[in-house]
């Protein structure tokens, strides 16, 4: 017995550049009827307008996962990423001054 049921349509993007509210306009459109949640995936990164698309009130609810998101997503997971740490040693110049 299934309590709770959605469809869910997702579109992948890899862009460097930002996906803007045409992107997600387009999207929900392709949703309708067939889906009632939404989530767009891009390696890059989405518009202000964009995530106002998204939320809008009245239509159909997309999620948005950016390049950052995703590497966290992915670094949570354990899903193709590795992790290391890196030490960064600078000098501090102003000590330096005058030797």
């Excluded at 392709?30 to 009245?58: C, N, P, Q, S, Y």
């Amino acid at each position: 017995m299934k309590l709770v049921s959605f469809q869910v349509l997702f579109q992948a993007k890899r862009w460097r550049d930002a996906v803007g509210a045409s992107v997600v306009r387009d999207f929900r459109g392709a949703m309708v009827g067939r889906a009632d949640k939404g989530l767009i995936m891009t390696t890059g990164r989405f518009t202000a307008d964009a995530r106002r698309e998204a939320t809008r009130d009245g239509a159909p609810a997309i999620d948005l996962v950016d390049g950052e998101d995703l590497c966290l997503l992915l670094k949570d997971l354990g899903i193709g990423v590795k992790v290391r740490m890196v030490e960064e040693v600078s000098i501090d110049e102003a000590v330096f001054q005058g030797i």
